[in-house]
């Protein structure tokens, strides 16, 4: 498969003659020239102008600079494929020439036959090269994500299980005499770091359902306003007392306003870690507002907590997997919440947004396309 279509060549040759033919004989074949240069400061300034895919350069270039050094500053500078064109073909010159990588060198005079060949090898070889480096570089983050994941999730687990390790020493020792109000404090605690742990694991195995692209949105008919009633009263009966958890909903004027088609899983993963993480990094008594909005062509959900708030140079990396803000790291926690949150908003096809300032708390918006039924 020829590779013309939309190719931009830029040319590069110090003959305006032979420049002009050149480019005649790049269009004829199917390229778009988008400009020619004489001299190296010309060549720099086309390529920074014009992004082309592939340049033509003339070895022996008007001005101190010739092709070979201008090419290697594109070559660092653009990463883009080069081919040689010259008239000379000793071994000093193809050397230096070598020296800088190209993707091609032609000696003048050429058959189009034979220039054409070089530039689709040329492209070729440079989209292979991308592809490569794209491996390289996702292979890379996959293996810090892994080592990421192992300390992390190693500590995660050994914290808990410690903790339960000592709940059940405590329940075991008849001679402590614990009163039954003792008990059930240790029992409460106990199945409080059962519950971590599973959502743990539910994180987990999230992530990994999202990094095998098995991610799917299945959008069906939902009451809204009972699924998030039913999750607040599910999160108040976890949290106790400690935290004064608010629902409020703004547009729903008739029953029929309350069925939307959304993703209720998914929505579930959104809500679930916003509101936990608005509980969990607030002072106990303080107030987390929960806010629905419907609008005539979207829905908006806005958890706003006076919690310890989120530093600028955290909120830029906020969504990237096992990341946490520097002041809650002493909390227990993965980082996979929010990377979560931000795959399902983007299931949705929705957009997420945090205005937020340490020591004061942090607000979360999450907007979706309005579905009805």
Known sequence: MFLTSNSKILVVEDEWIIALDIKLRLEQLGYIVP????NSDAALKVVAESQPDLILMDIHLQG???GIETANQIREQFHLPIIFLTAYADEVTLSRAVSVHPFGYIIKPFK???????IQIALANHKAELLMQQAIEKEKEINELRSQFVSIVSHEFRN????LTVIFDLLERQELQLSVEQRRKH?????SVVRDMAGLIDDVLLMGEVSRSQFQYEPAPINLLQFCSNLVDDLKATIGAKHNLQLVTKGFSEATDYFCNLD???LQHIL????????KYSPDT?????TVTREPEQLIFQIQDQGIGISPEDQKRLFTPFHRGANARRMPGTGLGLSIVKRCVDAHQGAIAITSEIGVGTTITVTLQRCDV
């Open 35 to 38: 400009g020619i240069a004489q």
């Open 64 to 66: 101190e600079t010739d």
């Open 112 to 118: 189009d036959e034979d220039l054409n060949t070089a």
């Open 160 to 163: 808990p299980l410690s903790s």
């Open 187 to 191: 029992f409460q605690r106990g199945k």
């Open 264 to 266: 209720s899983k998914l």
């Open 272 to 279: 679930v870690n916003l509101l936990s993480n608005a509980i």
């Open 286 to 290: 303080s107030e987390v507002r929960f």
